[in-house]
């Protein structure tokens, strides 16, 4: 009877343990997460590119796979709703998330998925032409198209995209701007683009400067 006990005692371990990474990757988070202050979102507009870090073993090896300047490993476009409340477009897999691809959250949902000190918002400096609120009409476009997470990490499809991808996609669509050029099917867009002072204004930096 207690080898039984016992043999329960560590099943029960093991699945609280599963669930603690799972729920991690999730982004499933109840304290501990980045926060932005009410001066900051008054700060972001619609058609900033937000992007962390989340929690969990993926989003470690991304940031960590990457190396960049910043340690992110997600991102997404901000839009607002019908009573102009900030929310984030981006697109997630089904292995993450209960909805596979392009999806819409609130911008309080995004940051408390993000890793203290990895929020960061940035905006696309040439709009004189096109306002920036069309990168948001482009986001809007890809979540109603439902598009799906391209697990092929496939560049040169864009049925199906990731996270920078997606923006990748936006950026392109709206102003015809391609910040990652020397693409090939067998490479990824990384993040590192978006960091570049000459093309993008950092709205809000969380990150400690190394």
């Given at each position: 009877?207690?080898?039984?006990l016992v043999v329960f005692a560590v099943l029960a371990t093991l699945v609280?343990?599963?669930?603690?990474?799972?729920?991690?990757?999730?982004?499933?988070r109840t304290s501990g997460y980045d926060r932005l202050s009410k001066r900051e979102i008054s700060m972001i507009r619609p058609g900033d590119?937000?992007?962390r870090k989340g929690f969990g073993v993926v989003s470690a090896t991304i940031a960590r796979t990457l190396?960049?300047?910043?340690?992110?490993?997600?991102c997404g476009i901000v839009v607002a709703d019908s009573l102009g409340q900030l929310r984030v477009i981006h697109s997630v897999s089904s292995s993450l998330s209960d909805f596979d691809g392009v999806q819409e959250c609130s911008?309080?949902?995004?940051?408390?998925?993000?890793?203290?000190?990895?929020?960061?918002?940035?905006?696309?400096?040439?709009?004189?032409?096109v306002p920036l609120s069309q990168m948001a009409v482009a986001a809007d476009r890809y979540l109603k198209q439902k598009i799906p997470f391209d697990n092929k990490y496939d560049i040169s499809d864009s049925t199906a995209m990731y996270c920078s991808e997606?923006?990748?996609?936006?950026?392109?669509?709206?102003?015809?701007?391609?910040?990652?050029p020397d693409k090939s099917k067998s490479e990824?867009?990384?993040?590192?683009?978006?960091?570049?002072?000459?093309h993008f204004y950092r709205v809000i930096n969380h990150h400690k400067v190394k």
């Open positions: 009877m207690k080898k039984l609280a343990v599963l669930y603690v990474v799972i729920a991690a990757d999730d982004g499933m590119i937000v992007l190396d960049e300047e910043f340690s992110v490993s997600h911008i309080g949902t995004f940051q408390h998925s993000s890793v203290v000190g990895t929020m960061l918002v940035v905006r696309f400096r040439d709009t004189a032409d997606m923006v990748w996609n936006a950026l392109k669509e709206t102003y015809g701007y391609d910040i990652y990824v867009v990384k993040f590192a683009p978006f960091f570049d002072t000459t």
